[in-house]
């Protein structure tokens, strides 16, 4: 199992629901408008397959996404067995469990034949150390979506030692959700010793160039995070391409 994949184990998983919900604020707001983008960017009613990378822990997007759309369906990937489990019973207790594959382990693994027309990498890229795994893992992605397609991005994209105000912000956002001193502590551990995210937005742009997208649009931001709608290289099709 890869590092990114090994910190989420079952005592992080145990947390995630409510520590994501105070580490990204707007974390339901930026599912929420993935899932708008996707619609908009794909167009129309209809039957859709939808790639859902690093999809564990409350299986969000897929939650989100089916809402919106009853015509998609789901492919969810993780290579942790702690998140991935969580998301499935999620995906249970929702009545999603039959519009959903699920592969436990990762995107290089499934077949290549097998195409889709849309993505999402939601919290994933910045747990990846070093440019070249990032762009792998887009271009694993893009290896499997139709020329055109959307993919929706979204990750921390600073250093986090570069912006000790947002830090400190981010700091805040915990003592307001009534987190404990020692909690807080812990979580700002664990957000500068367990990530590489992209050091800037044109870092981001950049990663997704060299791995087969483009024109990256973002439609979210909140503190380090951001999110953005590309598109997989190719001629696109879609009334909204
Ligand atoms: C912060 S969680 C994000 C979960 C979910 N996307 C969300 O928005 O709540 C990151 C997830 O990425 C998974 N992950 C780590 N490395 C991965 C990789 N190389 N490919 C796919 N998923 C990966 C982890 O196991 C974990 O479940």
């Known amino acids: 199992m890869t590092e990114s994949a090994e910190k989420f ?9 409510r520590q ?16 708008c983008m996707l ?27 089916a ?25 249970r207790e929702r009545g999603l469990a039959e519009r959903t594959r699920v592969h436990l382990g990762y995107v290089e693994e499934l077949p ?5 027309e849309a993505a999402t990498l939601i919290g994933v890229l910045h747990h990846l150390a070093g440019d070249e795994a990032k762009a792998q893992l887009l271009r694993s992605i893009a290896e499997r979506l139709d020329p055109g397609a959307p993919l929706i991005l979204a990750c921390n994209h ?6 000790p105000l947002l830090l400190a912000a981010w700091g805040e956002r915990w003592r307001l959700a009534g987190a404990s001193a020692e909690e807080r502590k812990r979580g700002l551990e664990t957000i500068l010793a367990g990530g590489d995210p992209p050091a800037s937005e044109e870092a981001v742009a ?16 909140s503190l380090f ?12 099709s879609g009334p909204a391409a």
């Open 9 to 17: 184990g079952p005592e992080r998983a145990g947390a995630y629901e």
């Open 20 to 35: 994501s919900r105070i580490a990204l604020a707007g974390y339901e707001a930026c599912h929420e408008l993935a899932a």
């Open 39 to 65: 619609a908009a960017a794909l167009g129309g009613e209809g039957e859709r397959s939808i790639l859902v990378v690093g999809a564990g822990g409350t299986a969000q997007e897929i939650v989100t996404a």
């Open 67 to 91: 809402a919106l759309e009853p015509g998609w369906r789901f492919t969810a990937v993780d290579p942790s067995p702690s998140m991935l489990d969580l998301a499935v019973a999620r995906l």
């Open 112 to 116: 290549r034949d097998v195409r889709f």
């Open 158 to 163: 600073r250093a986090y030692a570069s912006e």
């Open 206 to 221: 950049e990663l997704l160039a060299r791995s087969g997208f483009k024109r990256p649009l973002r439609f979210f931001s």
């Open 225 to 236: 995070w951001g999110a953005w709608l590309a598109r997989r290289e190719g001629s696109e």
